[in-house]
């Protein structure tokens, strides 16, 4: 179990960036996998990256490479997601969500969630 905490969204004029942070709980937080996902009105939950904490391994949907970046803060145990260059397509809800064992673009395979914060891009 991992408790997951979001923050950063809000509304942001295309062309600009956001940071979006994941807290991450628990006693055993590190041996999960944590990611982003993200679900527009009448769409699909879309996943857009993946940071594997133990070994810093990382994945970004393609919808998404050369403008976010997803990294893990062993800090601050958090895991953060830069949003550069926005795009009204990228208005979403954004999910921060957890899972044992590897990246995967499946949010059906993850079991623990976030509460989702709102990304507005306006053109």
């Known amino acids: 179990q991992v408790l997951l905490v979001e923050s950063g969204g809000g509304q942001v004029q295309a062309g600009g960036s956001l940071r979006l942070s994941c807290a991450a709980s628990?006693?055993?937080?590190?041996?999960?996998?944590v990611a982003w996902f993200r679900q527009a009105p009448g769409k699909d939950r879309e996943f857009v990256g993946a940071v594997v904490w133990s070994g810093n391994m990382a994945n970004l949907g393609d919808s998404v490479k050369g403008r976010f970046t997803i990294s893990r803060d062993n800090v601050k145990n958090t895991v953060n997601l830069q949003m550069n260059s926005l795009k009204p397509e990228d208005t979403a809800v954004y999910y921060c969500a957890a899972k044992r064992g590897g990246i995967s673009d499946r949010s059906e395979m993850y079991d623990n969630w976030g509460q989702g914060t709102q990304v507005t891009v306006s053109s």
């Open positions: 628990g006693r055993t937080f590190f041996l999960y996998t």
